[in-house]
């Protein structure tokens, strides 16, 4: 069978959507990278604008809901003087029978510039990109259990900014790895960038063998999964996973694999923790930890808004 | 209707008859081959030069989508689309809106596809009533209706003391259960588990959601002694259960679907919904293993798995997209195509499509049954005519059958398919024919 050509890029081989990290190469990873970096200055700034996407609109196309990582991206589409829409179309269109590609279409006739998406079904993103106007672009922000690139950028931001070199670390990635897609687009982020050391932690409801296709090392105890590791990933663990016939309970999750100061210990002494948030504090990392000096949860937030704008501002001055 | 078939070559599988000759077909039946009486006079010739001659199709799963689901295909339009591709005699799975549960409806599909002459059709009725899986279907009279097994279409029975007491009911009565192993648990998801599974993130079928339902189908006939056909195998692990099962003796046969005989998970690509398929396409080594064990004969049918879908039905995330693909204009085509690419005779290949599935549905057909799927003077004149050496491009908006999605449009694979059906006839009379057959 014949493969088309990965869609998120154009025939020069540039970045005019962007669905996933897989796929793309190295370059184009650190040129969004490096991109961000000149915008981590404007958020400092009095005035925290700059007029790249003046009388453009962008679309928060969000059919799931989600409070911050649609406030993320508005935020850097009006630091970037974009005009922004938010719809909340699990309230509105589809609960009316709409089809997702009607909303679309008649999203597009509205002018549009760009459609930031998050969907419950993997690939509703490709689908879009597939069916919208050749000059809108779409940024999948969450897509089922496939990606979730722009974490997967902001993370290696911010894995960057505190260890500069990836082509040395040991990167453990702990709890719900099969259902979570800020752990699939990390890991193809890591593997491009050169990490050799990548390691999925959990038990193996959670993290099943299947993972090591991925090129990571699946680790079931949690001393092993984190013990010399530089960066330590926890991922939050979804309410409706905390009970049932994948965990017994939350409270014997965190006394497996929760994080704690004295787990932490196996890891680097200057090991750092990150996680996508929202926390939950005592199921998967306990307080102390996540508030504490290892701990880049918040700037992991303020380098988001940088990645947004640069992965927006990339993809906006590129053509189909 | 007297017709002369003059010119081809004709094959007959089942006796491995392989010879240039003249077939002269009167009153529905073949009344010779190549010994054509001196005072037959033709109403029709059909030029069979460079052509083979060759029994009908018979294509063990085909949804019509009649009655219920006429907005995706209709009897008249699936029936048209049988005929073009050399399908002489389809069997329909029971699920229907209603479904095939009573014997009024089943009398009038029967009927219905009579009138139209098109394709001769042979349902499979409902094992359990609505395919609830909890209350036996009246199976007797569904037999007399017209009915030539039972099946649960795409829902397994989960409690498995009615799946019992269905293969003891049907066995007593020497009806065949045309089951499709599939764990209703394990076979929640909507992709193959594997690495392009976890890669896109798409929720994943074990290959124990086949082996396991294997395990619990082979044990029951071995307790019950009922006949089963297995619909669609998926995985080589399933292969080798079945190797093992008819080794044993045991009475069961089973089928492959031209997309698990062609295509892999991989061809999924960025979650191309005309790849959203039950049972789902697996890994290359469960394709090559389909490939190995119908080609030996242990699995002993290639069925197109025809499911028109709606369009709007696979404009959709992959996991929404409703599965099926159009097939049975491509039947031959992937036929040919795996016959050729696995070395094998022509009349093996055409076996597998002919006289393998006649012998699955054995007693059932009646007086069909020993003739159908064949090329015998006095035999029934079920025949298609079709060019080896054509090749075509799949266009879906040409296709017949009112679904058009297909894993092997031209657009999507860049391929050319062999095999080209020139005309077909069934019970003696012209079904379908293309421009270059007519000739006289």
């Known amino acids: 069978m014949l493969h088309r050509r990965n869609p998120q890029l154009n025939r020069h081989g540039e970045l005019i959507h962007l669905l996933s990290i897989e796929g793309l190469p190295r370059d184009v990873l650190t040129h969004i990278l490096d991109t961000a970096g000149t915008f981590l200055s404007v958020n400092d700034r009095e005035v925290k604008k700059v007029p790249l996407l003046r009388g453009k609109s962008v679309f928060n196309l969000f059919f799931e809901n989600s409070t911050r990582t649609r406030t993320t991206f508005e935020i850097a589409a009006k630091r970037l003087s974009a005009d922004v829409i938010n719809l909340d179309i699990a309230k509105s269109s589809a609960s009316k029978g709409e089809s997702l590609l009607d909303t679309i279409a008649n999203l597009s006739a509205m002018h549009a510039d760009m459609f930031v998406v998050r969907h419950s079904e993997s690939g509703a993103p490709y689908l879009i990109a597939q069916h919208c106007a050749p000059h809108v672009h779409v940024v999948n922000a969450g897509d089922g259990r496939h990606a979730h690139p722009t974490q997967g950028l902001l993370d290696m931001y911010t894995i960057r900014h505190f260890k500069q070199d990836f082509t040395k670390l040991s990167v453990a990635i702990v709890g719900d790895i099969v259902h979570s897609r800020v752990a699939r687009s990390d890991i193809h982020a890591l593997t491009t960038l050169g990490v050799p050391d990548i390691r999925a932690v959990g038990p193996k409801t959670l993290v099943p063998g299947d993972l090591r296709d991925m090129g990571v090392r699946v680790c079931h105890s949690m001393a092993e999964g984190i013990r010399d590791a530089d960066v330590i990933i926890m991922l939050r663990l979804q309410n409706e996973r905390m009970s049932g016939a994948m965990l017994p309970s939350a409270g014997e999750f965190f006394k497996n694999y929760g994080l704690t100061a004295d787990k932490l210990a196996l890891a680097r002494p200057d090991a750092i923790v990150m996680h996508p948030g929202p926390i939950n504090r005592g199921v998967e990392i306990e307080s102390s930890v996540a508030d504490g000096a290892r701990s880049v949860i918040l700037p992991q937030v303020t380098f988001g808004i940088a990645v947004r704008m640069a992965v927006m501002s990339i993809i906006a001055g590129n053509e189909a | ?440």
Request: aromatic content about 4%; hydrophobic content about 45%.
């Open chain 2, 1 to 440: 209707m007297k017709i002369l078939i003059k010119g081809g070559r004709v094959i007959n599988p089942a006796t491995g008859r392989d010879e240039r000759a003249d077939v002269a077909i009167a009153t529905g039946r073949i009344l010779g081959i190549g010994h054509v009486p001196a005072d037959f006079q033709p109403q029709r010739v059909i030029d069979a030069a460079g052509c083979i001659v060759a029994p009908g199709l018979v294509d063990l799963a085909a949804r019509l989508r009649e009655p219920g689901h006429e907005h995706e295909g209709m009897l008249e339009s699936e029936l048209n689309a049988a005929a073009a591709g050399g399908v002489t005699s389809l069997v329909c799975p029971p699920d229907t809106d209603p479904t095939l549960d009573e014997p009024g409806l089943v009398e009038m599909l029967k009927f219905r596809a009579r009138k139209l002459s098109l394709c001769r059709l042979f349902p499979l009725g409902a094992l359990t009533r609505g395919l609830g899986g909890e209350v036996l279907t009246e199976m007797a009279e569904l037999t007399e209706a017209g009915c030539i097994g039972f099946s649960q279409a795409e829902v397994p029975i989960v409690d498995t003391l009615v799946l019992q007491r269905a293969l003891q009911y049907a066995a007593t009565f020497g009806y065949t259960v045309w089951l499709r192993p599939q764990d209703g648990w394990l076979g929640k998801g909507v992709a193959a588990s594997g690495a392009v599974a976890t890669r896109l993130g798409l929720s994943g079928v074990p290959v124990a959601a086949e082996t396991v339902a294997l395990l619990t189908i082979i044990e029951l006939v071995r307790i019950t002694g009922a006949r089963v056909h297995l619909c669609r195998l998926s995985s080589a692990a399933g292969v080798a259960l079945l190797r093992a099962a008819k080794a044993e003796g045991l009475p069961i046969t089973a089928d492959v679907s031209i997309n698990s005989l062609h295509l892999t998970d991989v061809d999924i690509g960025f979650f191309n919904p005309a790849m959203r398929l039950t049972p789902p396409l697996r890994q290359g080594g469960d394709r090559d293993a389909l490939r190995a064990a119908l080609a030996d004969g242990t699995i002993d049918a290639l069925v197109s798995d025809h499911t028109p879908v709606e369009g709007d039905m696979k404009a959709l995330p992959f996991g929404e997209a409703e599965p099926g693909a159009t097939g049975l204009e491509l039947l031959l085509s992937l036929a040919l195509k795996w016959g050729a690419d696995s070395g094998l005779p022509l009349a093996t290949t055409l076996a597998r499509v002919t006289s393998c599935p006649v012998r699955v549905l054995g007693e059932s057909l009646g007086s069909l049954a020993s003739s159908a799927g064949q090329l015998l003077p006095g035999g029934v004149a079920d025949v298609v005519v079709f060019d080896p050496e054509a090749t075509w491009t799949v266009e879906p908006g040409r296709l017949l059958s009112q679904g058009k999605h297909t894993p092997f449009a031209f657009e999507a694979t860049g391929t050319a398919l062999p095999g080209r059906v020139r005309a077909t006839l069934v019970a003696g009379t012209v079904a379908h024919e293309s421009l270059e057959a007519r000739t006289g």
